[in-house]
């Protein structure tokens, strides 16, 4: 079974910055596509961003591009959220998951399904607000 455990989470005022942290397994980092959604309150979950297993490259939802950053930490066996420019509307639970597909950018692209990650973590509750 794959472990993971957000941690990072807190309040943030506008345009601030918070850095999440997922910990996890170096097996399950070299395994799977690691993904960042969140979560806020009456909306669906929503794809953040990701890191692909098979390349190891990056993708974002539009909604976070050039503000966000993830990448993983091989020292810790984490896979890190550098969030900056914070807006109010970043507001959510945030949640790492696992998923097995995103080998191809053409043939099996970056999954930002939540059907398409078969783990995940607790969450961790991110605000911004002045």
């Known amino acids: 079974q794959v472990q993971l455990e957000e941690s990072g989470g807190g309040l943030a005022r506008p345009g601030g910055s918070l850095t999440l942290s997922c910990a996890t397994s170096?097996?399950?980092?070299?395994?799977?596509?690691m993904g960042w959604f969140r979560q806020a309150p009456g909306k669906e979950r929503e794809f953040v961003a990701a890191r692909n297993w098979y390349d190891g490259s990056t993708f974002y939802s539009p909604s976070v591009r050039w503000r966000f950053t993830v990448s993983r930490d091989n020292t810790r066996n984490t896979l890190e959220l550098q969030m900056d420019k914070l807006k109010p509307e970043d507001t959510a639970v945030y949640y790492c998951?696992?998923?097995?597909?995103?080998?191809?950018?053409?043939?099996?692209?970056?999954?930002?399904?939540?059907?398409?990650?078969?783990?995940w973590g607790q969450g961790t509750q991110v605000t911004v607000s002045s």
């Open positions: 998951a696992a998923s097995p597909k995103g080998d191809s950018d053409s043939i099996n692209p970056t999954p930002v399904r939540v059907d398409e990650y078969d783990f």
């Open positions: 170096r097996r399950s980092l070299d395994m799977y596509t």
